[in-house]
């Protein structure tokens, strides 16, 4: 379903949408996805909505995750991630880049690039990795203030509100500011870096309202699945980087390959094939809308004979 084609594009906001699958029940399931291509494959997967991470975007870029990416930058990502898949994505916001004005400018930039939600946490600029040591954060009011005006510019933009009180302040403190920030207005709550299946469990019970848990790897949260987190009495689930590893592994292990061996071969069976590849970018049903573009025939799927 090529997104040239009006006829195969979603006729309701995304915000909307993205409202639609949480009143379903259950939690919803959000992998990162880190480009085009990788948003296509998890949707053919199966899923329904996506995560953009700020980690997974910088790190993209050859960029540390401190802040650094732009607004624009970050809406040519929504772009590329919304045009490729069609689905809703839930959006990394930061700190919403700036004071007041600059979280409301954010807002309308996402929900014009095509986003579906946004997450805006209370951390100080520069920020650092959720499950990473030394953040510093707002004062609750401050933050308090970036949700209304978050709330104040959506039209159809889920708002979230991240909290990482709970590895600065205290448990206690960040239950505090998830209540506060859902009196301004947010629509969830994300508590980032709780380090135990009973943190999660005694956060769900102390705040009422939709909550996102964030299953990122080597990080400070225990693994569990998302039916566990469901369990504990949670909505959304995201795993924001997980792609991205899985490919820069790979792609390291690549160019370790044809570095000692001066070529491909040890990897084809780790690679997608060309049809593959053709496949899932839909190639034959973009050729279709133009018809001066012959079809495509694939070439013999040439391999090495076995020694």
Known sequence: MPYLDAATLPTEPAGTRFRALLARGGILQMPGAHNGLAAILARDAGFEALYLSGAAMSASMGLPD????????????????????????????????????????????????????????DQELPKKCGHLNGKKLVEPAEMAAKVAAAKRAARHLFVIARTDAAAVE????????????????????FPEALTSREEFARFAEAVDAPLLANMTEFGRTPYMSAAEFEALGYRMIIWPASSLRVAAKAVAELYATIRRDGGTTAMLDRMQTRAELYAAIRLAEYEALDGSIAATVLPPELRPAAE
């Open 170 to 189: 205290g448990f206690e403190a960040a239950v505090a500011r998830a209540k506060l920030y859902l009196e301004a207005g947010a629509d969830a709550i």
């Open 66 to 121: 401190l802040g650094i990416l732009t607004v624009d930058e970050v809406c040519f990502f929504i772009r590329t991630i919304t045009r490729a898949s069609g689905l809703p994505v839930l959006v990394d916001g930061d700190t919403g880049y700036g004071g007041v004005l600059n979280a409301m400018h954010m807002v309308r930039a996402f929900e014009e690039a095509g986003a579906a939600a946004v997450h805006i946490e």
